[in-house]
């Protein structure tokens, strides 16, 4: 069964609103979680870094003030995308922890927002 | 920083045909390589791979790795309709992290 749980896995908003994405982690804690965005054919860019207790580190070229991340326990990370615009239409993908056997990281189901 | 090439871009082949997908890459610290497959949603955990030279298989599908030449390839036999999709290599990083090249499109038709 699934160990990320990402909600909603869809959502249609209009432009300037905010819209919140959840990405938990089931049955075990998560100190580090991270959020990937995919633009349609194109492949998954990492945004930010998700850290419990502190703040996120955000790759280049990330606005920060954009797209905000909170991750207040150690089973769930926030993403929040302000004012969103028709061009911040895309897929959303979270991680969270991994197999050390397998090297298998854990995915979230995604999250694809279109901004109207 | 780390990088990864992937390569072709797309690819269209038919039923039964057997396709290799390249995978170069740059690092710092190599730490591993992991393959994914995503159709629709997230990605499907193919491979990791930590050592040259081990093949890594799991039915059709293997993979291996040259750290030497900083590649990795994934071969694909008796290819299916339900092996289209796009596969992934990324580099694993510290924490689970990953960077993904821009992947490869696999188009299989009957």
């Known amino acids: 069964g699934a160990v990320v749980s990402q909600h909603p896995s869809w959502v249609i908003c209009k432009s300037g609103t905010s819209v919140k994405i959840e990405c938990r982690s089931l049955d075990f804690q998560a100190t580090t979680m991270f959020w990937y965005r995919q633009f349609p054919k194109q492949s998954l860019m990492l945004m930010a870094t998700s850290n419990e207790g502190s703040k996120a580190t955000y790759e280049q070229g990330v606005e920060k003030d954009k797209f905000l991340i909170n991750h207040a326990s150690l089973t769930l990370s926030t993403l929040t995308v302000t004012s969103a615009h028709p061009e911040d239409s895309s897929f959303y993908i979270c991680?969270?922890?991994?197999?050390?056997?397998?090297?298998?990281?854990?995915f979230g189901e995604g999250s694809r927002l279109t901004v109207l | 920083e780390d990088k990864v090439v992937q390569s072709p871009l797309s690819l269209v082949v038919h039923e039964g045909d057997t396709v290799t997908l390249n995978c170069s890459y740059e690092v710092t610290n190599f730490r591993s390589l992991l393959w994914y497959k995503q159709e629709k949603k997230a990605p499907t955990f193919l491979f990791m791979l930590t050592s040259s030279g081990i093949e890594k298989k799991s039915g059709r599908l293997s993979s291996i790795l040259d750290k030497k030449e900083l590649f990795s390839i994934l071969n694909i036999t008796a290819t299916q309709t339900g092996d289209s999709a796009v596969y992934l290599c990324?580099?694993?990083?510290?924490?689970?992290?990953?960077?993904f090249g821009k992947g490869t499109l696999l188009t299989v038709n009957p």
């Open positions: 990324a580099l694993g990083g510290s924490n689970y992290k990953l960077t």
């Open positions: 991680s969270a922890g991994g197999s050390s056997a397998t090297g298998e990281l854990f």
